[in-house]
């Protein structure tokens, strides 16, 4: 009984350290945090894709277009309430994101009256979902307390990708028609389904 029980602690023990090894948190303003973060976005092979309500960091925004400009999968989920759609910022992040990256870089954007999106997340690579209090903003990264958990099971990285496919039909896809910003009724072509799931990881199918 006693050997039953010493492996049994044993498993416990290995399975909780699994566990802990696929989920982490880590809490803002932390700059060492951040260029955890950053870094994890850097080396992204295949695509990202983000739920993330506003987006404002000079340095996301840059290496969205280099990660787009080189071949990987952008696509961008943001609010845009009444106030954002005459905003500067806001207007100029847009731009930046898509004339930048050629328009390879796809965003849609929630134009909802009263709802924002649920929750911020992204996933990169089909490797990590990373769920967050944070928007992409300097705010958020540098002056208010915030939180970031970065979760390795794939159970939960498929049922967000699953989620973010769901969310994309349902909003407007950001394009420009004579120069101006334009927001257009969503379809499937703009976001087909990109991803295939096996056991071991998830791949990009583009």
């Known amino acids: 009984m006693n050997n039953q029980l010493l492996t049994y602690g044993k498993n416990s023990i290995r399975k909780h350290n699994l566990e802990k090894r696929q989920l982490q948190t880590m809490f803002f303003p932390n700059k060492w945090n951040f260029h955890y973060f950053f870094n994890l976005m850097k080396d992204c092979q295949q695509f ?10 000079s340095w996301i925004i840059k290496l969205l277009v280099l990660l787009a400009n080189g071949g990987r999968k952008i696509y961008l989920m943001m609010d845009c309430n009444e106030r954002q759609k005459n905003d500067e910022l806001f207007q100029a992040v847009i731009c930046e994101l898509l004339i930048e990256s050629q328009f390879r870089i796809k965003i849609v954007v929630n134009t909802k009256k009263y709802e924002s999106l649920p929750t911020n997340f992204c ?18 990264f540098n002056k208010s307390h915030e939180w970031m958990m970065f979760d390795k099971k794939y159970d939960n990285i498929v049922e967000m990708i699953e989620i973010f496919e769901q969310m994309w039909n349902q909003f407007n896809f950001v394009t420009f028609i004579n120069e101006d910003i334009a927001l257009l009724d969503n379809d499937d072509s ?5 991803f295939i799931y096996s056991q071991d990881c998830v791949f990009d199918t583009l």
């Open 48 to 57: 990202i894709i983000a739920c993330v309500s506003e987006i404002d960091h």
């Open 123 to 140: 996933v990169i690579d089909g490797k990590v979902l990373i769920t967050t209090s944070a928007n992409w903003t300097i705010n958020s």
């Open 190 to 194: 703009q976001f087909q389904p990109v």
